[in-house]
């Protein structure tokens, strides 16, 4: 039973190491094994003291008193379970009555003084410490006499083993007792701090929850922007200038309502693929991200139907295959980069290059645009993005273009750097590192070439 659900208060023999009373209580497995061995160690010395008496002294007046106190002793002895372990006055009352029966035993017949030693082992359970040790040094002393009774002549060692006896056994009993509040203590302060720990976990795990919540709508955010923010805003743009020329160039408006149509169709690809699995469409399709930058240069020039030429261009080859998510973000900055370079730049020609080396790839987007102004970056840290964040353009700041591919790069832990000046046009470049690849065979003895 814990002793945190015990209704009674704590008190002298009723503690966290407190030794219950008898069978069907709980506890300390030691205690109750202690209690049990005092239990049966009581009545085994009662009956062979009741013995000894009647084989010694047979037939005499007195016979009938020792045999109905000796009865009168093992059951008050039985009752004492039955009240409990506090303290109370009727407990203090049954030890009471218990010794002083005892006490009459001995005083009729001192053979019963050995039957003091489990009596030690209640009073030190049950009674404060000055009172249980006062109660020890009574029966001690009753256990001396009765010693002394018995022998033909005097002997010391009837005088000082029982003392000995006694000391011994209070000692045992109150370092056991020191233990096992000790013991009770250090449980104690595990359950708290495994209820810290728990208490801790949980914490933990509702602000990666948090975290990733957030986490999730900035990468949905982010996918919406570069596809069907984009897709949209290009749509609307082209069913202006359809409507613009509806009448006057009636083959030109239809030109750009099915290049209008074109794009609807490619961000319906995007949203279904949203809803499977928020891969890009044009890496779901297979190819690779290579494939995927050729087929976006080639579309971004058919849609702006002369205005901007967009070129792309690999170098180098990846040592392995690139994880998914640096192909799906290079693929979105790629496409934030052009949106950007459309909408905002006035550029006539613009080029993707995406160079593989050793340890990153890097993606390269120039045009030959108006440019703007970069504001100094501030300190950087590894992995940091080298651009300041509040690129401007004619004065006012930029949209959300920049910021997605911030992000992004962030998020692989690469490098973003813009270089652009008014009427220069604009080169940004994302550099992605890569995890080292383990060496299949023994590094070569000859110098590498450092290319």
């Given at each position: 039973?814990?002793?945190?659900?015990?209704?009674?208060?704590?008190?002298?023999?009723?503690?966290?190491?407190?030794?219950?009373?008898?069978?069907?209580?709980?506890?300390?497995?030691?205690?109750?094994?202690?209690?049990?061995?005092?239990?049966?160690?009581?009545?085994?010395?009662?009956?062979?003291?009741?013995?000894?008496?009647?084989?010694?002294?047979?037939?005499?007046?007195?016979?009938?008193?020792?045999?109905?106190?000796?009865?009168?002793?093992?059951?008050?002895?039985?009752?004492?379970?039955?009240?409990?372990?506090?303290?109370?006055?009727?407990?203090?009352?049954?030890?009471?009555?218990?010794?002083?029966?005892?006490?009459?035993l001995v005083v009729l017949a001192p053979s019963f003084a050995w039957c003091a030693v489990p009596l030690f082992y209640t009073g030190l359970r049950i009674l404060p410490p000055r009172a249980a040790l006062a109660l020890v040094a009574l029966l001690t002393a009753f256990v001396v006499a009765a010693q002394l009774r018995l022998a033909t002549e005097f002997d010391p060692n009837?005088?000082?083993?029982?003392?000995?006896?006694?000391?011994?056994?209070?000692?045992?009993?109150?370092?056991?007792?020191?233990?096992?509040?000790?013991?009770?203590?250090?449980?104690?302060?595990?359950?708290?701090?495994?209820?810290?720990?728990?208490?801790?976990?949980?914490?933990?795990?509702?602000?990666?929850?948090?975290?990733?919540?957030?986490?999730?709508?900035?990468?949905?955010?982010?996918?919406?922007?570069?596809?069907?923010?984009?897709?949209?805003?290009?749509?609307?743009?082209?069913?202006?200038?359809?409507?613009?020329?509806?009448?006057?160039?009636?083959?030109?408006?239809?030109?750009?309502?099915?290049?209008?149509?074109?794009?609807?169709?490619?961000?319906?690809?995007?949203?279904?693929?949203?809803?499977?699995?928020?891969?890009?469409?044009?890496?779901?399709?297979?190819?690779?991200?290579?494939?995927?930058?050729?087929?976006?240069?080639?579309?971004?020039?058919?849609?702006?139907?002369?205005?901007?030429?967009?070129?792309?261009?690999?170098?180098?080859?990846?040592?392995?295959?690139?994880?998914?998510?640096?192909?799906?973000?290079?693929?979105?900055?790629?496409?934030?980069?052009?949106?950007?370079?459309?909408?905002?730049?006035?550029?006539?020609?613009?080029?993707?290059?995406?160079?593989?080396?050793?340890?990153?790839?890097?993606?390269?987007?120039?045009?030959?645009?108006?440019?703007?102004?970069?504001?100094?970056?501030?300190?950087?840290?590894?992995?940091?993005?080298?651009?300041?964040?509040?690129?401007?353009?004619?004065?006012?700041?930029?949209?959300?273009?920049?910021?997605?591919?911030?992000?992004?790069?962030?998020?692989?832990?690469?490098?973003?750097?813009?270089?652009?000046?008014?009427?220069?046009?604009?080169?940004?470049?994302?550099?992605?590192?890569?995890?080292?690849?383990?060496?299949?065979?023994?590094?070569?003895?000859?110098?590498?070439?450092?290319?």
């Open positions: 039973m814990d002793h945190r659900s015990d209704p009674r208060p704590p008190g002298p023999g009723r503690g966290p190491g407190a030794a219950p009373d008898g069978p069907g209580f709980g506890g300390d497995p030691e205690a109750r094994r202690l209690a049990l061995l005092m239990h049966a160690a009581f009545f085994l010395l009662l009956g062979a003291s009741l013995t000894r008496f009647l084989m010694r002294h047979p037939g005499e007046a007195r016979t009938p008193w020792i045999i109905a106190l000796s009865i009168t002793l093992a059951v008050l002895y039985l009752l004492g379970p039955v009240l409990g372990s506090r303290p109370t006055p009727r407990r203090v009352a049954w030890l009471g009555v218990l010794v002083v029966v005892w006490m009459v009837l005088v000082l083993a029982p003392p000995a006896v006694a000391a011994v056994a209070t000692a045992v009993f109150v370092h056991m007792r020191r233990q096992a509040v000790r013991q009770e203590k250090l449980a104690a302060r595990q359950r708290e701090l495994i209820d810290d720990l728990l208490r801790t976990r949980r914490e933990l795990a509702a602000t990666e929850r948090r975290e990733g919540t957030l986490a999730e709508r900035q990468r949905l955010s982010m996918e919406i922007h570069d596809t069907l923010a984009q897709g949209l805003s290009s749509q609307q743009m082209l069913l202006q200038a359809a409507d613009r020329t509806w009448s006057t160039d009636p083959e030109a408006a239809r030109r750009h309502v099915r290049t209008a149509t074109g794009i609807a169709e490619r961000n319906l690809a995007e949203a279904r693929r949203f809803v499977h699995d928020l891969a890009p469409a044009d890496l779901a399709e297979g190819g690779g991200l290579e494939a995927a930058l050729y087929a976006l240069a080639a579309r971004e020039s058919a849609q702006a139907e002369g205005a901007l030429t967009v070129h792309c261009h690999v170098e180098g080859a990846p040592a392995a295959p690139l994880p998914d998510r640096v192909q799906s973000a290079l693929l979105r900055i790629a496409q934030g980069a052009l949106a950007n370079v459309r909408e905002h730049s006035g550029a006539t020609a613009a080029g993707l290059t995406l160079t593989h080396l050793d340890d990153r790839v890097v993606l390269d987007v120039g045009d030959n645009g108006r440019g703007f102004t970069v504001e100094p970056a501030g300190v950087r840290g590894p992995g940091a993005v080298r651009d300041s964040g509040a690129v401007r353009d004619s004065g006012a700041v930029r949209g959300h273009g920049i910021p997605a591919i911030r992000a992004r790069v962030r998020q692989l832990g690469g490098t973003l750097t813009i270089e652009s000046a008014p009427g220069e046009g604009t080169v940004l470049s994302a550099g992605i590192p890569l995890a080292p690849i383990p060496p299949t065979a023994p590094p070569p003895t000859a110098p590498e070439d450092p290319a």
